[in-house]
């Protein structure tokens, strides 16, 4: 089965620090993407970055990036330089079947000033 | 602007009622999905569309119903059969709906049973 795990409910970290939120997950397949969506209070949910699977690359968008293990099915969200906007759930996505995305239970992120 | 809108933001069910919760984009997306949250749980998937007058059953499709009549709608109706709706619900669309897309969300329904 096609699983995607997120091993931390909560997490703090305060302002301008570093914070990594941990993923894991599980497939058969060789190909495919990773994906981070952040949730603020607004509940609109936002992609932060995604990871191509087969690239040997770690993916960054400004002060977001991944440590991605494919070996050992890891995908983690780094987060530099946090700020107060941060504060939000992160949840780790991986699609089965070429077409759903099935999501982690999410890992709530509080930025303390 | 470009984007899903969802309505209305709170919606309350009486006990054998069915409601239905719009889901509208202009974003020229094929494919259209909705999810549903639980508290300390992540989004499940109700059900999807990647084409008009084409939806498939997602994770937990029972007690729900949807239509794909226009491009742009994607409307989802929680039955009386759902015995536990009180959960946010979110809709989604993507370009095409290949697994390298990324969604784009509305902002969400909550649904409450009186």
């Known amino acids: 089965a096609q699983t995607v795990t997120q091993s931390q409910p909560e997490m703090s970290v305060q302002e301008a620090e570093t914070v990594t939120l941990s993923c894991t997950y599980d497939?058969?397949?060789?190909?495919?993407?990773l994906f981070w969506y952040k949730q603020p209070p607004s509940r609109q949910m936002i992609l932060v970055i995604r990871?191509?699977?087969?690239?040997?690359q770690n993916a960054t968008e400004n002060r977001f990036s991944v440590n991605f293990q494919k070996a050992a099915k890891s995908f983690s969200l780094k987060i530099s330089d946090s700020q107060l906007g941060d504060t939000a759930m992160y949840f780790c996505?991986?699609?089965?079947?070429?077409?759903?995305?099935?999501f982690g239970t999410g890992t709530r992120l509080q930025v303390f000033p | 602007d470009g984007g899903i809108t969802q309505s209305p933001k709170y919606l309350f069910r009486k006990e054998g009622q069915n409601v239905t919760l719009s889901c509208e984009q202009n974003?020229?997306?094929?494919?259209m999905y909705w999810y549903r949250q639980d508290p300390g749980q992540g989004l499940r998937l109700i059900y999807y569309?990647?084409?008009?007058?084409?939806?498939q059953k997602g994770d937990i499709a029972e007690g729900y119903s949807v239509s794909r009549e226009k491009k742009e709608s994607f409307p989802l109706t929680v039955t009386s059969a759902q015995k536990n709706p009180t959960a946010f619900y979110l809709c989604?669309?993507?370009?095409?709906?290949?697994?390298?897309?990324?969604?784009?969300f509305g902002s969400g329904t909550q649904l409450s049973v009186l």
């Open positions: 569309s990647q084409i008009v007058n084409d939806f």
């Open positions: 497939t058969s397949e060789n190909n495919y993407y």
């Open positions: 989604a669309s993507s370009n095409y709906g290949s697994q390298h897309e990324k969604l784009f």
């Open positions: 974003l020229n997306h094929d494919a």
């Open positions: 990871q191509e699977a087969y690239k040997q």
């Open positions: 996505a991986f699609p089965i079947n070429t077409d759903k995305l099935i």
